[in-house]
């Protein structure tokens, strides 16, 4: 499983885009980039993975590095029920349900 | 369709005590993981079960077991339990496991006195 670096917090602007960067220096070619986040006091929701491509849903876009080493989520609008912890996480089992988290980031959406 | 369902919510053991905790997944979904969120170690994965046979386990004591049934829900034991042992317990449900989205429950706060 790929160690994931991410910053331990930080704040954005309600409205505007959060950026929210993952180191995965290690990550191997088969090995899909998840995120996940936990809004306080409830059970981690899925916001999306990818491979090597782009990726784009309803709730956010993934851009990876050409070289995967890193990636970044973005929330395009963030509101205050965005706050909460995300992980980034580097997935090697990708025949088990086995998530390996970090220690994430605080994102703070602030008014 | 229903989510995830943990029970119970909460619970307060004391220690040397024995605790069973179940989760229902949902409907369809075959694989069944558990993790420990604490403050100081943060999420921590315990076990994941996929059609009635464990198919990973993290690097816990064995004081820490689990078992699937042939309905896809999913039971967690921990005997002789320590103060250590105070945790959210999550599980999480997936159509197969491997790259699948987990589905997480609420989760049951469990206090060790």
């Known amino acids: 499983d790929a160690k994931t670096t991410q910053p331990t917090s930080m704040d954005c602007a309600e409205g505007r885009a959060a950026n929210l960067p993952c180191n995965h220096s290690?990550?191997?070619?088969?090995?899909?980039v998840y995120w996940y986040r936990q809004i306080h006091s409830q059970g981690p929701q899925y916001i999306i993975h990818?491979?090597?491509n782009n990726e784009t849903n309803e709730m956010a876009s993934l851009i990876i590095t050409e070289d995967r080493k890193s990636s970044t989520l973005i929330l395009p609008h963030a509101t205050l029920r965005d706050t909460a912890v995300y992980y980034c996480i580097g997935d090697g089992s990708s025949n088990t349900g086995k998530l390996i988290f970090g220690q994430g980031t605080t994102l703070q959406v602030k008014p | 369709k229903a989510g995830v369902t943990q029970t119970p919510r909460y619970l307060i053991k004391t220690r040397g005590q024995q605790v069973t905790l179940s989760c229902s997944p949902i409907s369809g979904h075959r694989s069944v993981s558990w993790y420990q969120q604490t403050p100081g170690q943060g999420l921590q994965f315990l076990f994941e079960?996929?059609?009635?046979?464990?198919?990973n386990k993290g690097n816990f004591p064995g004081r820490f077991s689990g078992r699937q049934f042939s309905n896809s829900r999913s039971e967690m034991n921990v005997s002789t339990l320590e103060l250590g042992d105070s945790a959210l317990y999550l599980c999480a449900s997936s159509l197969r496991g491997g790259i699948d989205e987990q589905f997480f429950g609420p989760g049951t706060r469990l206090t060790v006195l």
């Open positions: 290690t990550i191997s070619g088969n090995e899909y």
């Open positions: 079960y996929f059609s009635e046979t464990q198919r």
């Open positions: 990818g491979l090597k």
